[in-house]
């Protein structure tokens, strides 16, 4: 799946998508859907997850400042707590806007 076109608009993240359908993704979804070895883990040979201890988000976690295009495969947005190390998907996109 591509992305036609990609904005924030108020809160939300808009997505138009290659099938012309469109995605809207809150902010806050978003940041917690966050994909980075820190935020969601990362598993070792073993089966065992490491992640940074959960800790509550200021709301400055929640404001989209900007993001850049990865490749022809995704996005890594810049929060405005200055977390940055998450690389979105454009499946990963998708998978979270379709989520409940």
Avoid at 1 to 12: A, C, K, T
Avoid at 21 to 38: Q, T
Wanted: a negative charge.
């Amino acid at each position: 799946m591509q992305i036609q076109d990609i904005q924030m608009i108020g809160d939300e993240l808009a997505i138009k998508w290659s099938d012309e359908s469109e995605s809207y993704i809150k902010a806050e979804k978003l940041r917690r859907h966050c994909p980075c070895a820190g935020c969601k883990g990362e598993t070792d040979i073993m089966g065992n997850i490491y992640k940074n201890p959960d800790k509550p988000l200021p709301p400055a976690a929640f404001l989209l400042r900007i993001w850049t295009k990865v490749g022809g495969y995704g996005i890594q947005p810049v929060w405005g707590d200055g977390h940055s190390t998450g690389i979105y998907s454009f499946d990963y996109l998708r998978h979270v806007a379709e989520a409940p």
